[in-house]
């Protein structure tokens, strides 16, 4: 088992995803195994702190916001 999630390694994980990074590299950087970190991932979108969308979704809503 590892070390509690730090607010610092949840933003390094966020950031990371956000500018396309392969999970299994960031995971390696973070020293998590792939569950753990899909726990985490699954969490943060439960307590809203993430949400995830499709490419095309997300530019749809930049379109609409842009108007």
Known sequence: M?????????????????????????????NRTLIESAVKLVQLYQEGSIMV???QTYDAQLRRCGE
Request: hydrophobic share 50%.
């Open 2 to 30: 590892s070390s509690p999630w730090t607010t610092s390694d949840e933003a390094f994980l966020i950031e990371q995803l956000e500018l396309g990074h392969d999970l299994e590299w960031i995971v390696t950087m973070l």
């Open 53 to 55: 969308m499709a490419v």
